[in-house]
């Protein structure tokens, strides 16, 4: 005879799991009791483990908190909440702007979970390549980012050149969760706790030389203040800690290297017998980063006089039109929301009967139509990965 989960499960876990989706959706114990025909005393026992649940019950709560059921009932490690986690990173902003960021700092533990689950379902954990947490107390700001910058550069193989896959290297060869949420005046979340490890969440409407600088910024957080939950809002300091100008610096070092940099800008000096203006946009889609961001490093090796960005600006350059009339694309990048690990392990669940189709279309954030469309993509992206696999072998036989 078929046991009912419910009969067995632990109770105070699954009401602070209802009693969590509750809030997350807004509603009150009272919405919740009358979703399921009861008084709100009942879902006082229910959130506080007093009182078992109806698999009726549990459908309709879980259907109201845009759940599904294994959201609930399926083992899962406990974690603390991140918007705990966040409190002291978010504690003096206004209501209007903690009421733009709690939806996407919910979004990210959501996902986050979610990724978890499905590392447990595949039996396949996310391969962890940390480096101990780099120990920055008095060092000079400018000294710690590009010591840590060669250091991080020199423990992942990564030489002197560009980073053209910064987020797979920091999802595949770091062991990130990164994903891109759609977000309004910010550019960056981080978070780390030793279940889920470091969590970073990318505001994908930033252009793509933005993402990366921003990607890099938060991967200082992760290296140099791992246990500090940090949301880095646009223009949010009138003076900044030292914890954030050091993340700031961080990005110049690590994505535009010195001794390259110092290389190219003098081939292209000696070629030319000088740096011209289409040189520095060459350079700067050389390494993904913005023309801003390229002029800033070169001032600061005095390889350009201070204040050329500024003049430039001034002079109403318009950066995109450039761009196109040298040909030079953006930099090209997957801009999915979720990492590409994280979607395999997701098609995975899904073609071994582990998860169903409306269950792989929650973990994706996307409806069945679309989910399927992305099924059947991976499903060749995994076919011609095996195709290349076998002509490897075939060759080396």
Request: aromatic letters at 8%; charged letters at 25%.
């Amino acid at each position: 005879m078929a046991t009912n989960i419910l009969e067995t499960i632990d109770l105070n876990h699954l009401g602070e799991l209802l009693q969590q989706a509750r809030k997350k959706c807004g509603m009150t114990q009272a919405d919740a009791a009358s979703v399921i025909d009861a008084v709100r005393t009942t879902i006082v026992a229910i959130e506080k483990g007093e009182r078992r649940l109806k698999p009726t019950e549990l459908i309709k709560l879980a259907r109201a908190y845009g759940k599904t059921v294994s959201d609930f009932v399926q083992p899962r490690p406990v974690i603390e909440p991140f918007e705990v986690q966040f409190r002291s990173a978010i504690y003096d902003r206004s209501e209007a702007e903690q009421g733009q960021i709690d939806p996407s700092i919910s979004r990210l533990e959501e996902l986050c979970q979610h990724y978890l689950q499905l590392e447990k379902i595949v039996d396949a954990p996310l391969p962890r390549n940390y480096p101990q947490e780099y120990d920055v107390a008095n060092m000079p700001i400018e000294a710690a980012a590009e010591s840590i910058a060669i250091a991080e550069r020199q423990r992942l193989g990564l030489g002197d050149g560009p980073i053209p896959l910064l987020r797979d290297l920091l999802e595949q060869g770091v062991g990130l969760r990164i994903f891109y949420l759609k977000m309004s005046k910010y550019s960056g979340i981080y978070s780390y706790n030793e279940l889920l490890g470091g969590c970073i969440a990318i505001n994908a409407n930033h252009p793509e030389e933005r993402r990366r600088w921003s990607l890099a910024h938060e991967y200082l957080h992760f290296l140099a203040h791992r246990r500090k939950p940090v949301v880095d809002f646009d223009g949010q300091y009138q003076r900044k800690p030292e914890s954030e100008r050091l993340a700031d610096t961080f990005p110049g070092y690590f994505l535009m290297p010195t001794s390259g940099l110092l290389a190219r800008f003098n081939d292209m000096y000696r070629t030319h017998g000088k740096f011209t203006p289409t040189n520095l946009f060459t350079l700067a889609h050389y390494y993904g980063v913005s023309i801003e961001a390229l002029v800033n490093r070169l001032e600061s090796l005095k390889l350009l006089p201070s204040g050329t960005w500024d003049r430039l600006r001034d002079r109403g350059l318009k950066v995109r039109q450039v761009q196109k009339e040298l040909g030079l694309q953006g930099t090209s990048q997957r801009t999915d929301m979720t990492p590409i690990h994280y979607q395999h392990l997701a098609i995975e669940a899904l073609d071994r009967g582990l998860i169903t189709e409306g269950r792989f279309a929650t973990f994706l954030g996307v409806d069945r139509l679309e989910a399927r469309q992305i099924a059947e993509s991976l499903r060749e992206e995994s076919v011609g990965t095996i195709e290349d696999s076998t002509q490897l072998d075939l060759l080396q036989v």
